[in-house]
């Protein structure tokens, strides 16, 4: 049996009233569908070291390996489904006017879930971009014999997504910081909030006047400064959230 989470009337009443509501998720919303999260005890990072994988020096000086390493990520990602926090953000999309939904996540599981107005920051896992032409492409063959993958121009393919110190797409980015001025509850969910600028977009909706509210397993540096911080599992307390709101 799952804790009862008990909503404050302020969340509730705001929510059910709200026009504009814009959501910011990270790895933690996919924890419970089996995706490792980057941080953490059980995190990607404990095992492997972003400057060695995440940054695209560490592409270029071991292509092999770091093509190795999201192989890996992608066949966890081709088996499992999404979770009922997903499912939830999906429902909660449907009741309200203007809703936006800003993921850092790379494993396309908010739409796989329903979820239509996604703004993938940090890109998208199962796309390939090439290194040369930018063409980008949804399936490239790397294995042992065929070795990497490479685009029709003599470019090497890449996966498509953003690693450390590499701008994020601007016209995705520029989408998720309107959503995030003009929204009037804001959520932060499932993520450390360490990476910028993803870790900048609550603030900023609380500056422009936002309810700005933290759902988070554990403490983060935003739980100081948010209006709420509720601690649990996002695949537990969302679908008890949209039970609430449904409630007349
Ligand atoms: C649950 C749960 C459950 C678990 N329910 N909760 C110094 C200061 C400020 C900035 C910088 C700086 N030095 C460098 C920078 C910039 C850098 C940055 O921010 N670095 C910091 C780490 C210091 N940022 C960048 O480089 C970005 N680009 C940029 O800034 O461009 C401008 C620029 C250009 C040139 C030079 C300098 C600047 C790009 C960032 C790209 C991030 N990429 C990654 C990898 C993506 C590809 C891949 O997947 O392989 O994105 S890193 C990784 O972290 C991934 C994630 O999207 C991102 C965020 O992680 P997330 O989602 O928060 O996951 P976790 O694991 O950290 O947290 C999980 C949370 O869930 C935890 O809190 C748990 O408690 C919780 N949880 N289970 C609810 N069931
Ligand atoms: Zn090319």
């Known amino acids: 049996m799952n804790a009862e989470t008990v909503f404050s009337a302020e969340l509730i009443s705001r929510l059910r009233n709200a026009r504009s509501v814009t959501v910011l998720t990270g790895a933690g919303v996919s924890a419970e569908s089996g995706v490792p999260t980057f941080r953490g005890p059980d995190g990607l990072w404990k095992k492997f070291r972003p400057e060695e994988l995440a940054t695209f020096e560490a592409f270029q000086r071991n292509p092999t390996l770091v093509w190795e390493w999201y192989q890996y990520r992608r066949s966890i990602i081709r088996d499992i489904q999404p979770n009922p926090g997903h499912f939830a953000l999906a429902e909660l999309e449907a009741m309200v006017p203007d809703f936006a939904l800003i993921t850092q ?99 900023e909706a609380k500056a422009h006047g936002a309810y700005v509210v933290e759902i988070n397993f554990e403490p983060t540096p935003l739980s100081a400064v948010v209006h709420e911080a509720i601690r649990g599992k996002s695949g537990e307390i969302l679908p008890q959230l949209i039970t609430r709101l449904k409630e007349g």
Do not use: K
Request: hydrophobic share 40%.
């Open 105 to 203: 996540n790379v494993d396309g599981l908010h739409r796989r879930a329903g979820s239509r107005n996604v703004f993938e920051l940090h890109g998208n896992i199962m796309r390939n971009r090439c290194t040369q032409c930018g063409v980008t492409v949804a399936d490239v063959e790397v294995t042992q014999e065929s070795g990497l993958p490479r685009c029709e121009c003599g470019g090497l393919f890449r996966p498509d997504v953003v690693w450390f110190g590499e701008m994020l797409p601007q016209a995705v980015w520029e989408q998720a910081v309107a959503a995030t001025s003009r929204a009037e509850v804001f959520l932060t969910i499932g993520t450390s909030a360490v990476v910028y600028p993803a870790a900048s977009l609550p603030m």
